[in-house]
């Protein structure tokens, strides 16, 4: 599998990172590296293999429907880059 | 242009009859104290981001745990839809970036959702039923609220709804009109609120419908959909297939092509548009949450949920019909709610069930329209309606008087005995007193009296007002009826 | 340096217990320490007076008879535990000045006991690496790389008014500073930790385990460091890398010492979905020493091609010595051995994808502006990752993309659950695996820093029973020709951590690992 320039600006773009024209070319040699080691798994039989969801071997436990959170606005403010009037602000978003 | 042909549900276009495909994915926001994957509180209108916790606000080391009770309720909502309870579920994340979503996904359920398949039967309007199947219903998180109207060039967040369990049920694209659509959603809703497990408040959000629509050539294959997002009204559902529903005719009439997308609801213009925001290539990149194990329910769980399900509107309807001998439709509208259900019950209980459901859905029903109240708020009582037709049945109160005496019930929320009383309505059945108002009526009109005679017999309704105005009403009528006929032959 | 800092946590134990001396001595110890050791770069954020305050608190807890197992003992904590008012940042730019307004369970558990800390420890960034070289904090240093301290006079390098000042009053101020030959990595993530540890400027420390981050390094630098099982420890308040991978664990200089923090560290947490609900076994009680009867499992995949022949060797002396201890070698097979990377590549890159989603630069962290959201999004995190970073969320997207899931990410979950059922298969036939913990010695900073398969590849015999969750340890086992340590990794059954602890206990006896990393032997 190689990956080309514009498959990887729609994985930057996918991922929200920033990905210059110019570095394109390199990330998509490095990425389609790894993409290559990791192809030998298809040498690998898997018919009727469950995939793995958890290690842990117990059932999801379920929590009593209880109010004991929030409340601590200021504390999940605090560390916001920006704030006004209680709420979180973001650059303007069109819709 | 397009018109509806009559007695179908086929559109006539230009180029011949169209038929509309419709979907619903409703989203019903869960009745629980706390969210979803956190212990703060689901409740509306707070102030903002007060009921959020570093959880819902996806702080680094943060984790979900998931509320029993949401579970349950979702279960409960299934086989309140008599679908089928997967035992085995898994929690996946969509991932999406959105200022509103702090995580970067959203953990709702893709391919193993907790329900499977189901269905809703539909009241129509003529009294018809019909059955449309549920394809799914998911449990998923809800995201919070961008505010873009308080800045000029910024967007406010309000995390207190991120991590509000939701319902999503999808159904199968089995509607084929908006009336259809409409009696859906409020099927749907009517079934939420006797579980008790969504309040249904769509002014709140708390109910909202993405509307998938396509035409095609009767009998056809399929056509391209669009999928309008967030509705939140039953008339804006109707007014939004029925705009679109249109629009894609008119488009496949001048030769073109409709594209697969999704559209927003303006419900100013009442028109649907694309939204432009959205048009990027979408992929939600679904994997199983690796923060949450899957879902493990036991059949004994189910079925103690199942043991405490509330008589729902289908079977109650169908209860009406049987015991009380209504009509399906009348059936249909005391059941859509369950208070207004229970409250004809207790009207109905040993009286003339006919009576019962005349008075709970003509005068009650008219009464708390004009008023804009629901029927918990009803300001006369189901007993004290109750007391009414009892003194209609034992003819103490004529069913002309009873109309005033339930008016003044509505104003004072009296019982209708205490009205009669104070009033002095009670019926005139002292037949002494009726003959001595008849005499007098007859005798003050000598003429038309002779011309009654003479064959005017149209006169006689004329005579009975006479005596029902002598009486203020009060006379029992068939009694004057009887008596009058009798003097008159003399 | 003084003598406290060469005691291992147990010592210190029986010394504050016999009133020898204080916690608060213990501790200004080792703050001492912290200072002279900042040349290793291991810590990020120092927290002396918080270490003092704490040390003073366990005093007077012990002096009350109320001294928890960990009492008065100072470690330091990797910088991926979040630490209630103390910077927590992963490593990360994009979490550089992040404070935390919660503990961690594992940290509040170690605090319960009356652990003291010393401050927070470097490591590779979000913990994606295995040489500490991909934290935007800078590279941790070995304290195994060769050099020598050296004393010159400060004020020659003093500029502007300090210079002026120096040279009117023409003191020499002395300081010695380390000049190194080579500089090697502590191996990674938790390379702070390691080389804290090794360093001797802290009694022991945090470490947290997604493919070997707590094995790898330990093996690297000549300590103790044990994964427990997946579930062992809560991840509540550690900062998320691959969900299903990650498991918290000590690193520490002795097995007894490990046994002592796991046990302080796990138990169940109710916040934590994944955290087992079952009870913690009293660690120390089962190093018995007595291994007799017990079946070691030797897998014939782990002897991997290019595997240098003293790693080949080291291993069959662990072999011997465990004979010798009673106990019966065992070949065993792990058929899908050879493919764990390649599955930990795609799961653990795509977890991260989307747990490290939530760095979006509008709750905490760093934002840099854009023109509007989206563009403020890319903007900050093309700043605020670094390049190893950027690489795995960028798999990670692509292996979850449509089209692609199938053929990676679920195969990948195939192969993992392949892999898992090797291990069962295995355990049928023995009690514990042994193996090595590292196909190589530390190697030097900026090293395999061009290929990142090659980097990858430092994780082949610890990634396995990462995937499967299992517990493993590794114990320092000697010298290569390289004068470099090396590790041996016991693994065992979910939730038996007791018996490889003893086991490994057994390991320590039998090699008398008693090396001290250059950097304090020239101390001390």
Same mark, same amino acid.
């Given at each position: 599998?190689?990956?080309?320039?514009?498959?990887?600006?729609?994985?930057?773009?996918?991922?929200?990172?920033?990905?210059?024209?110019?570095?394109?070319?390199?990330?998509?040699?490095?990425?389609?590296?790894?993409?290559?080691?990791?192809?030998?798994?298809?040498?690998?039989?898997?018919?009727?293999?469950?995939?793995?969801?958890?290690?842990?071997?117990?059932?999801?436990?379920?929590?009593?429907?209880?109010?004991?959170?929030?409340?601590?606005?200021?504390?999940?403010?605090?560390?916001?880059?920006?704030?006004?009037?209680?709420?979180?602000?973001?650059?303007?978003?069109?819709? | 242009?397009?018109?509806?042909?009559?007695?179908?549900?086929?559109?006539?276009?230009?180029?011949?009859?169209?038929?509309?495909?419709?979907?619903?994915?409703?989203?019903?926001?869960?009745?629980?104290?706390?969210?979803?994957?956190?212990?703060?509180?689901?409740?509306?209108?707070?102030?903002?981001?007060?009921?959020?916790?570093?959880?819902?606000?996806?702080?680094?080391?943060?984790?979900?745990?998931?509320?029993?009770?949401?579970?349950?309720?979702?279960?409960?909502?299934?086989?309140?839809?008599?679908?089928?309870?997967?035992?085995?579920?898994?929690?996946?994340?969509?991932?999406?970036?959105?200022?509103?979503?702090?995580?970067?996904?959203?953990?709702?359920?893709?391919?193993?959702?907790?329900?499977?398949?189901?269905?809703?039967?539909?009241?129509?309007?003529?009294?018809?039923?019909?059955?449309?199947?549920?394809?799914?219903?998911?449990?998923?998180?809800?995201?919070?609220?961008?505010?873009?109207?308080?800045?000029?060039?910024?967007?406010?967040?309000?995390?207190?709804?991120?991590?509000?369990?939701?319902?999503?049920?999808?159904?199968?694209?089995?509607?084929?009109?908006?009336?259809?659509?409409?009696?859906?959603?409020?099927?749907?809703?009517?079934?939420?609120?006797?579980?008790?497990?969504?309040?249904?408040?769509?002014?709140?959000?708390?109910?909202?419908?993405?509307?998938?629509?396509?035409?095609?050539?009767?009998?056809?294959?399929? @056509?391209?959909?669009?999928?309008?997002?967030?509705?939140?009204?039953?008339?804006?559902?109707?007014?939004?297939?029925?705009?679109?529903?249109?629009?894609?005719?008119?488009?496949?009439?001048?030769?073109?092509?409709?594209?697969?997308?999704?559209?927003?609801?303006?419900?100013?213009?009442?028109?649907?548009?694309?939204?432009?925001?959205?048009?990027?290539?979408?992929?939600?990149?679904?994997?199983?949450?690796?923060?949450?194990?899957?879902?493990?329910?036991?059949?004994?769980?189910?079925?103690?949920?199942?043991?405490?399900?509330?008589?729902?509107?289908?079977?109650?309807?169908?209860?009406?019909?049987?015991?009380?001998?209504?009509?399906?439709?009348?059936?249909?509208?005391?059941?859509?709610?369950?208070?207004?259900?229970?409250?004809?019950?207790?009207?109905?209980?040993?009286?003339?069930?006919?009576?019962?459901?005349?008075?709970?859905?003509?005068?009650?029903?008219?009464?708390?329209?004009?008023?804009?109240?629901?029927?918990?708020?009803?300001?006369?009582?189901?007993?004290?309606?109750?007391?009414?037709?009892?003194?209609?049945?034992?003819?103490?109160?004529?069913?002309?008087?009873?109309?005033?005496?339930?008016?003044?019930?509505?104003?004072?929320?009296?019982?209708?005995?205490?009205?009669?009383?104070?009033?002095?309505?009670?019926?005139?059945?002292?037949?002494?007193?009726?003959?001595?108002?008849?005499?007098?009526?007859?005798?003050?009109?000598?003429?038309?009296?002779?011309?009654?005679?003479?064959?005017?017999?149209?006169?006689? @309704?004329?005579?009975?007002?006479?005596?029902?105005?002598?009486?203020?009403?009060?006379?029992?009528?068939?009694?004057?009826?009887?008596?009058?006929?009798?003097?008159?032959?003399? | 340096?003084?003598?406290?800092?060469?005691?291992?946590?147990?010592?210190?134990?029986?010394?504050?217990?016999?009133?020898?001396?204080?916690? /608060?001595?213990?501790?200004?110890?080792?703050?001492?320490?912290?200072?002279?050791?900042?040349?290793?770069?291991?810590?990020?954020?120092?927290?002396?007076?918080?270490?003092?305050?704490?040390?003073?608190?366990?005093?007077?807890?012990?002096?009350?008879?109320?001294?928890?197992?960990?009492?008065?003992?100072?470690?330091?904590?990797?910088?991926? +535990?979040?630490?209630?008012?103390?910077?927590?940042?992963?490593?990360?730019?994009?979490?550089?000045?992040?404070?935390?307004?919660?503990?961690?369970?594992?940290?509040?558990?170690?605090?319960?006991?009356?652990?003291?800390?010393?401050?927070?420890?470097?490591?590779?960034?979000?913990?994606?690496?295995?040489?500490?070289?991909?934290?935007?904090?800078?590279?941790?240093?070995?304290?195994?790389?060769?050099?020598?301290?050296?004393?010159?006079?400060?004020?020659?390098?003093?500029?502007?008014?300090?210079?002026?000042?120096?040279?009117?009053?023409?003191?020499?101020?002395?300081?010695?500073?380390? *000049?190194?030959?080579?500089?090697?990595?502590?191996?990674?993530?938790?390379?702070?930790?390691?080389?804290?540890?090794?360093? #001797?400027?802290?009694?022991?420390?945090?470490?947290?385990?997604?493919?070997?981050?707590?094995?790898?390094?330990?093996?690297?630098?000549?300590?103790?460091?044990?994964?427990?099982?997946?579930?062992?420890?809560?991840?509540?308040?550690?900062?998320?890398?691959?969900?299903?991978?990650?498991?918290?664990?000590?690193?520490?200089?002795?097995?007894?010492?490990?046994?002592?923090?796991?046990?302080?560290?796990?138990?169940? !947490?109710?916040?934590?979905?994944?955290?087992?609900?079952?009870?913690?076994? !009293?660690?120390?009680?089962?190093?018995?020493?007595?291994?007799?009867?017990?079946?070691?499992?030797?897998?014939?995949?782990? #002897?991997?091609?290019?595997?240098?022949?003293?790693?080949?060797?080291?291993?069959?002396?662990?072999?011997?010595?465990?004979?010798?201890?009673?106990?019966?070698?065992?070949?065993?097979?792990?058929?899908?051995?050879?493919?764990?990377?390649?599955?930990?590549?795609?799961?653990?890159?795509?977890?991260?994808?989307?747990?490290?989603?939530?760095?979006?630069?509008?709750?905490?962290?760093?934002?840099?502006?854009?023109?509007?959201?989206?563009?403020?999004?890319?903007?900050? #995190?093309?700043?605020? +990752?670094?390049?190893?970073?950027?690489?795995?969320?960028?798999?990670?997207?692509?292996?979850?993309?449509?089209?692609?899931?199938?053929?990676?990410?679920?195969?990948?979950? *195939?192969?993992?659950?392949?892999?898992?059922?090797?291990?069962?298969?295995?355990?049928?036939?023995?009690?514990?695996?042994?193996?090595?913990?590292?196909?190589?010695?530390?190697?030097?900073?900026?090293?395999?820093? !061009?290929?990142?398969?090659?980097?990858?590849?430092?994780? /082949? +015999?610890?990634?396995?029973?990462?995937?499967?969750?299992?517990?493993?340890?590794?114990?320092?086992?000697?010298?290569?020709?390289?004068?470099?340590?090396?590790?041996?990794?016991?693994?065992?059954?979910?939730?038996?951590?007791?018996?490889?602890?003893? /086991?490994?206990?057994? /390991?320590?006896?039998?090699?008398? +690992?008693?090396?001290?990393?250059?950097?304090?032997?020239?101390?001390?």
């Amino acid at each position: 599998m190689s990956l080309d320039k514009a498959t990887v600006a729609k994985i930057a773009h996918l991922a929200r990172i920033k990905v210059p024209e110019a570095d394109q070319e390199h990330l998509a040699g490095e990425l389609s590296n790894i993409l290559n080691f990791v192809e030998q798994l298809n040498e690998v039989d898997t018919v009727g293999v469950q995939p793995m969801t958890s290690v842990a071997p117990h059932k999801l436990r379920r929590r009593p429907d209880a109010v004991t959170d929030g409340g601590v606005r200021d504390a999940v403010l605090l560390n916001a880059p920006e704030t006004a009037e209680g709420f979180f602000v973001v650059p303007k978003v069109v819709e | 242009m397009t018109s509806v042909i009559e007695g179908t549900s086929l559109i006539q276009g230009e180029t011949g009859n169209w038929e509309v495909v419709i979907g619903l994915e409703v989203h019903a926001q869960v009745v629980s104290n706390a969210k979803l994957f956190s212990g703060a509180s689901a409740q509306f209108g707070a102030e903002p981001n007060t009921q959020v916790s570093f959880v819902d606000a996806a702080f680094p080391g943060m984790l979900p745990v998931i509320n029993e009770y949401c579970v349950e309720q979702a279960v409960r909502t299934g086989l309140g839809l008599k679908a089928q309870i997967n035992l085995f579920s898994v929690f996946d994340r969509k991932n999406y970036f959105y200022a509103d979503l702090p995580s970067g996904y959203q953990i709702s359920q893709f391919q193993q959702p907790i329900v499977g398949k189901g269905e809703i039967v539909l009241d129509m309007p003529d009294g018809s039923s019909r059955t449309v199947g549920v394809t799914r219903l998911h449990l998923e998180m809800d995201a919070g609220k961008s505010l873009h109207d308080q800045h000029p060039s910024k967007t406010y967040v309000d995390l207190n709804r991120s991590g509000v369990a939701l319902m999503e049920i999808v159904s199968e694209p089995d509607m084929r009109s908006a009336e259809e659509a409409a009696a859906y959603v409020r099927k749907l809703r009517a079934i939420l609120r006797y579980l008790g497990t969504c309040d249904g408040n769509m002014e709140e959000g708390s109910m909202r419908c993405d509307v998938n629509v396509s035409v095609r050539r009767p009998g056809g294959p399929l @056509g391209t959909r669009t999928e309008t997002k967030n509705v939140n009204s039953i008339r804006y559902v109707q007014m939004a297939i029925e705009y679109e529903t249109r629009r894609q005719i008119e488009v496949l009439e001048e030769g073109g092509t409709i594209v697969q997308e999704t559209r927003l609801w303006d419900t100013t213009k009442f028109v649907t548009r694309s939204m432009r925001s959205k048009e990027e290539a979408h992929d939600y990149r679904y994997f199983p949450d690796p923060d949450l194990l899957p879902l493990e329910l036991e059949q004994d769980w189910v079925d103690a949920i199942k043991a405490t399900l509330p008589e729902l509107p289908d079977e109650k309807k169908a209860r009406f019909i049987s015991d009380y001998k209504l009509s399906p439709y009348d059936a249909g509208v005391l059941v859509a709610e369950r208070a207004s259900a229970a409250f004809y019950e207790t009207v109905a209980k040993g009286r003339d069930p006919k009576l019962a459901a005349n008075w709970t859905m003509g005068e009650l029903f008219g009464a708390l329209n004009k008023q804009g109240k629901g029927i918990d708020q009803s300001p006369v009582s189901a007993e004290n309606l109750g007391g009414l037709i009892d003194l209609i049945s034992d003819n103490t109160i004529s069913g002309r008087i009873a109309k005033d005496v339930f008016a003044e019930m509505v104003e004072t929320g009296k019982p209708a005995a205490l009205i009669v009383e104070e009033k002095g309505l009670r019926q005139v059945t002292d037949t002494g007193a009726i003959d001595s108002a008849i005499a007098g009526v007859l005798a003050a009109n000598p003429d038309k009296v002779a011309d009654y005679k003479g064959g005017k017999e149209k006169l006689f @309704g004329f005579f009975v007002g006479q005596v029902m105005k002598q009486t203020q009403g009060k006379a029992n009528p068939a009694l004057v009826n009887e008596l009058l006929t009798k003097k008159l032959k003399e | 340096m003084t003598d406290l800092t060469k005691l291992t946590m147990t010592g210190a134990l029986e010394g504050l217990a016999k009133g020898e001396f204080t916690s /608060v001595e213990l501790t200004e110890a080792h703050v001492r320490a912290v200072e002279a050791s900042r040349a290793l770069n291991a810590y990020i954020t120092e927290t002396p007076d918080q270490a003092i305050a704490m040390s003073e608190r366990a005093d007077a807890q012990r002096a009350k008879g109320e001294a928890g197992p960990m009492n008065g003992l100072p470690i330091a904590v990797k910088d991926l +535990f979040c630490t209630a008012g103390f910077q927590t940042t992963a490593g990360s730019h994009i979490l550089e000045g992040f404070k935390p307004p919660y503990e961690s369970t594992v940290t509040a558990n170690l605090w319960r006991d009356g652990a003291v800390m010393l401050g927070k420890v470097n490591l590779d960034e979000f913990a994606m690496g295995s040489s500490n070289v991909t934290s935007y904090f800078g590279p941790v240093i070995s304290p195994w790389s060769p050099g020598v301290l050296v004393q010159r006079d400060a004020a020659e390098t003093d500029a502007g008014f300090l210079a002026e000042v120096t040279a009117a009053i023409r003191q020499p101020r002395p300081v010695q500073e380390w *000049q190194w030959s080579r500089k090697l990595v502590p191996g990674g993530s938790s390379g702070g930790s390691a080389a804290a540890v090794a360093a #001797r400027c802290a009694m022991a420390a945090t470490g947290t385990d997604t493919g070997g981050s707590i094995r790898q390094p330990a093996s690297f630098v000549g300590i103790v460091g044990i994964k427990p099982t997946y579930g062992r420890c809560s991840r509540w308040g550690i900062v998320s890398f691959a969900s299903s991978l990650d498991q918290a664990g000590p690193m520490t200089r002795t097995v007894a010492d490990a046994a002592l923090m796991l046990g302080s560290m796990c138990g169940y !947490d109710p916040k934590d979905s994944t955290s087992v609900d079952m009870p913690v076994p !009293d660690f120390k009680a089962a190093l018995t020493g007595d291994i007799r009867g017990l079946k070691v499992g030797i897998p014939k995949e782990y #002897r991997v091609d290019g595997m240098p022949a003293e790693i080949e060797k080291l291993w069959q002396q662990g072999i011997d010595w465990l004979r010798a201890a009673g106990a019966e070698p065992v070949e065993i097979s792990l058929p899908h051995t050879k493919y764990a990377l390649a599955t930990y590549y795609i799961v653990a890159p795509a977890e991260c994808s989307s747990n490290l989603a939530r760095y979006d630069g509008v709750r905490f962290g760093l934002r840099v502006e854009g023109g509007d959201l989206k563009e403020m999004y890319e903007n900050t #995190r093309a700043e605020g +990752f670094g390049a190893e970073v950027k690489r795995r969320i960028m798999i990670g997207t692509y292996v979850l993309s449509a089209g692609y899931y199938d053929a990676y990410y679920r195969k990948a979950q *195939q192969v993992r659950t392949r892999i898992a059922q090797d291990f069962e298969e295995a355990f049928k036939l023995c009690d514990v695996i042994l193996t090595p913990t590292a196909p190589s010695t530390a190697f030097e900073i900026g090293a395999n820093m !061009d290929d990142p398969i090659a980097m990858y590849l430092n994780d /082949v +015999f610890t990634v396995p029973a990462s995937l499967a969750g299992l517990p493993g340890i590794s114990v320092p086992a000697g010298l290569a020709s390289d004068g470099l340590p090396l590790g041996l990794q016991i693994l065992g059954r979910p939730f038996d951590e007791a018996t490889v602890l003893k /086991v490994a206990g057994v /390991v320590e006896s039998a090699a008398d +690992f008693t090396a001290l990393p250059p950097f304090v032997s020239a101390r001390y």
